[in-house]
Structures are given as C-alpha cells and as structure tokens.
C-alpha cells in the first residue's frame, strides 16, 4: 500500500491495542509472543505493561479493569500451561459478564497437530468460556481481527475474547491500516416498552427491583436510582453487584445470592411484580431456581442488553433489550406513578435489610460484624472494595454498606484467589482511590504472591485476611453433611504479618474488635501495600451459625 510503513504482527498487534482504548495490559510474559512484547516496548508511553507472576492473577486483574472502565480489560499469557492458568479468568469475564480481550501466544503454524511443544486448540479449550476465540495466522488481518475481538467483548451482553497468536506471524512484514472501534450506537428500548413497563407499575402493590449486569456508567447508575427511588421501589441488588446501588438509601434491600438473608428472600417471593434490571436472574440471584415460576406466574419485567437471555430460564412478562445505560436514562426521564400504593412495603422490605445488618453478640473478643460497622464509618467515599470467595465474604455483604461512590468487585462464579490481584488491578486503575480487599486464607495463598505486583508497579491496596485456618464454605457444607467428620479442610497458615513485611510492606494483626479501626488507619497511613490479619473464631464457621449448632441440626 502506498504510503504505508510495513511493521511486523507483533508493532501491529501493539499498535491494535492502541487503536482500540487500551491503556493496560496485564501480562506473564512468554517466549511464544517476544514479538508483540517488542511492539508493546514501542507504545510503553501509551499502554502501561503490567508485570504480573501468575497466569490467572494477570487475567484476573485485567477483568478488574474491565469491570471498572467498562472497557475491555487485557491480559497476554503464553501458551500451553500459561492459557490453561488462565481459563479461570476467562470464566470469571464469561459468568460476571465483564469485557476481556485475552492475547495467547501460540506454537507455530508448521507444527499444528503434531502435538508440538506446548501445543492447545484454544477454539476447543476455551470455545465453551468466551463469546469468541479465533486464532489470527496472517499478520496482515490484525487490524481486523482485533478490532472484531473488541466489539465482540462489549457487544450486547459483554465478556471475554480469546485471540491466540501464531508464533512466526508476528515476525511478518505487511503493511496494514490499523482499525479502531465502530461507531455503533447502544440499543434503547422499543417505543411501547416503557409505556407497557409503567402501566404494569401502576397495577403492582409489592414491586421489586433487582440490579445486575456490568457496564453501568456513573449517569447510568445515577439514572437508574433516580427512576426507582422517585417511584418508591425496594432495590436488592444480584449477587456480588453491591456497587450499583447505594446500600445506605432507604430504598437498599439487600443482595439476593449465596447466603442472601431470609426476610429478603421471603419478601422477593412475596412481591407481585419484579423489575429484573440487568441480572440474568442465574443460579445464585434465584436461590437456586427457586425464587419464581419458571412458566412465569409472577410478572417478570426482564431488562437486559442480549435478546438471548431474555427469556432464557424465566418466561418474562415483558422483555426489554436495550444497553443498561440507556434504558436508565429513559426511564428516569419518566414521570413516576402518582400516588404509588406500596410505601408500607417498600418500608417493610427495608426493615427487613435493617434488621440483618444488626450485630448480634458474638462470643469472643473479636465481634466481627460490630468492627466492620466501624470501619465502614472510617473508609473513604470513594473506596473500591474487591472480594474473593468464601464464607468470610458473607461477614462484609451482611453487616456493611457500599455506598454511591464506591464500587464493589467480587466473581460471581465463586472463583477463589479472584480478590487480590482484583484489588492490584483495581489500585493500578485508580491510583488515587483507596482500595480494600476481602479474602479468607484459604484464597490468600492461591494468589497473594501477586502482592509482589503491586510492590513493582507503586500502588498499595490493602488486604484484609480473615484467617479461620480452615476452606471454610466447604467446612460448613462438610459439617452439615456429615457433622464432625472433619476431611480435607483444615489448612496450616504463616504469619500474614510477616509475609507483607517480607516483601516491604505494612503488616497488622486484628484479635479484637477494638483493633480493627486502628489497625486500618496506620495500614492506609503507611503508603505501603498492607495486610491485615484478622483472627477469627474457627467455631463461628459462619456470620449465623457456629460448628457445634450445625452439628446439632445435622444430627436431628
């Protein structure tokens, strides 16, 4: 092409990531891709490589970035092994639907099928996880494949592309016009949609709302709450999504997913209309396919931006495809319903919330629930909070508030060692912002030496360790199935103090519920990635159960 500067696939790969928003790539770098690392190494002032240790904490950190921007996050792994560590990731993007470009390198095209070095077919290894996987052979269709890569991770309902890369393509000279996003504007909803919403509004006596899905923007979190606040409607809100709703309003409802409260179960059961904004309404929202009819006998306004999961489990009684953000801002534009009749039960789904987040006595030094009300009194307003699995992360959905400003990252497919490098991710995101992050001991030590991550690239999040010494979900299941016969779950655990130190960091130990706030402040105040040991009680398996009443009601 005239005029054209010829590059190698792997300046042109670079050069794609550039042309198409990304400013990070989260990366284990590998021998199969030296070339796109060499074209990255050109951009170095306009993509910040992000040097991780491990496969799954790169992509896991990419997909926080993702969740954050509501951009495609990008991680680059090798082949072979380095894919395979990365496939949790890649669930993760899938089930919580978050935008992910993931770049493998692959063998070279000579030695497919031989079983070479190293050698997969990521069509066949990650095709039921991602939206799309394809594998680009000839350097000069980057540009496009790339940029089909990009629209496919935010189109309709968002997720994770895989692209691997033939090793010797990235060597080629061509010349190629680079390619960036298309200018597609975001479905709204049909004309008769709200109209037909408003009208099944105006009939209803118990609604409520619940919020889910990914990509909400500021203005579209903000138009939502406005639309449902004026109209007087509780608000729960999908499993592990605690930021698209201000939990401190008196409209906040609860989460409805694993360990979700029974007074707000019993109260979504009990309204006569549900107004199901962004959430599939999967497994953990729908307390196991129990919360509602499948046929469809409680109306079901199903919102969401893919025709194909309208539907897909519940028969709605009105199906709205239309982008989340957009969808807001016209609702909001909507006059409310006058007069609604259901302020005694918006008021009563809210005492209900009120009511769990109370702390109960808790025997010990260390009440858990009445220290993490305080620390929530201290955090900044803009703090994000990034969660791992398990039975620790029950403590802070039940007895804290995410409030309007703050954003919550947790996997919704129950992926441990999501939580650290989720808050690395996040604190390289948003520098300037404080980030907490939950994780229980167990999913510390799958990841937590992406602390080291962290240290290399300046930012220092804040972990907090609830250490039972046990996989504790699993030993609550354990106890309830076969009570006292202990198999498996008991873990052995260093020093979390001394670990953070080792690398340079800030180390605390919380024993008391006393601890916790003063702990938290000179954790923040040292700069330094912390971690915060909090000891807990092994009997108090659970935020509402210890081991010996499990034992008790197992044995009944």
């Known amino acids: 092409m005239a005029g054209i500067e010829a590059r190698t696939g792997g300046q042109l790969l670079a050069d794609a990531l550039v042309a ?11 021998e199969s891709y030296l070339d796109l690392l060499d074209g990255l190494y050109a951009q170095r002032n306009r993509v910040e490589l992000v040097t991780c240790r491990f496969e799954a904490g790169a992509v896991h950190m990419a997909e926080a970035h993702g969740k954050l921007t509501g951009r495609p996050g990008v991680a680059i792994v090798t082949r072979g092994p380095g894919a395979c560590h990365a496939a949790i990731g890649v669930h993760v993007a899938f089930q919580d639907s978050t935008p992910l470009v993931l770049l493998v390198g692959q063998i070279p095209m000579t030695e497919t099928d031989r079983e070479t070095f190293q050698e997969v077919d990521y069509r066949r290894f990650f ?10 052979d000839e350097a000069a269709r980057i540009p496009e494949l790339m940029a089909h890569a990009f629209d496919v991770a935010t189109s309709g309902r968002p997720g994770p592309v895989v692209v691997a890369l033939s090793e010797e393509m990235q060597k080629h000279l061509v010349e190629a016009v680079d390619v960036g996003p298309a200018p597609v504007l975001p479905p709204h909803p049909a004309p008769d949609a709200l109209p037909r919403l408003m009208a099944m509004l105006e009939k209803a006596e118990k609604p409520l709302a619940i919020l889910g899905g990914s990509r909400w923007t500021d203005q579209g979190r903000a138009d939502i709450a406005r639309f449902l606040t004026a109209n007087d409607i509780p608000v729960a809100v999908g499993f592990r999504r605690q930021g698209l709703f201000d939990g401190t309003s008196a409209h906040f409802a609860g989460d409805l997913g694993v360990g979700a409260d029974a007074g707000l179960v019993a109260k979504a059961k009990e309204s006569d209309l549900i107004l199901a904004i962004g959430t599939r309404i999967g497994e953990p929202v729908s307390q196991g396919y129990t919360l509602f009819d499948m046929a469809g006998s409680k109306p079901i306004i199903h919102v969401y931006p893919d025709q194909a999961e309208i539907g897909r489990v519940y028969r709605p009684a009105l199906g709205i495809v239309s982008d989340l953000n957009a969808f807001a801002a016209a609702a909001a534009a909507l006059p409310p319903v006058a007069s609604p009749r259901w302020a005694g039960w918006r008021a009563s789904v809210r005492a209900a919330r009120e009511a769990q987040a109370k702390a109960p006595s808790y ?15 201290v955090l900044p307003a803009d703090t994000i909070f990034t969660s791992d699995a398990g039975n620790f992360a029950t403590w802070p959905t039940r007895f804290m508030h995410v409030s309007e400003k703050q954003d919550f990252l947790g996997p919704t497919n129950g992926a441990m060692g999501y939580g650290i490098p989720a808050a690395i991710g996040a604190a390289i995101t948003h520098p300037d912002r404080t980030v907490l992050c939950f994780v229980g001991d167990g999913g510390a030590l799958m990841t937590g030496q992406e602390i080291a991550t962290a240290f290399h690239h300046g930012v220092a999040p804040i972990v907090m360790v609830f250490n039972n010494g046990m996989y504790g979900t699993i030993r609550m299941y354990q106890e309830r199935t076969y009570p006292g016969r202990v198999s498996g779950t008991a873990l052995t655990n260093p020093d979390f103090r001394l670990f953070i130190e080792s690398f340079g960091g800030h180390g605390e130990v919380v024993e008391t519920t006393e601890e916790m706030v003063p702990a938290f402040q000179r954790a923040k105040a040292s700069g330094k990635p912390a971690i915060i040991e909090v000891r807990m009680n092994p009997e108090q398996v659970t935020n509402r159960a210890t081991i010996a009443q499990l034992r008790a009601q197992a044995t009944k």
């Open 127 to 136: 095709g039921p996880i991602a939206k799309w996987v394809t594998q680009i």
């Open 20 to 30: 198409n928003g990304a400013t990070h790539v989260f990366a284990v770098p590998g």
């Open 363 to 377: 025997e010990g030094p260390l009440n858990l629930a009445v220290a993490l009300q305080e620390l929530e009194k």
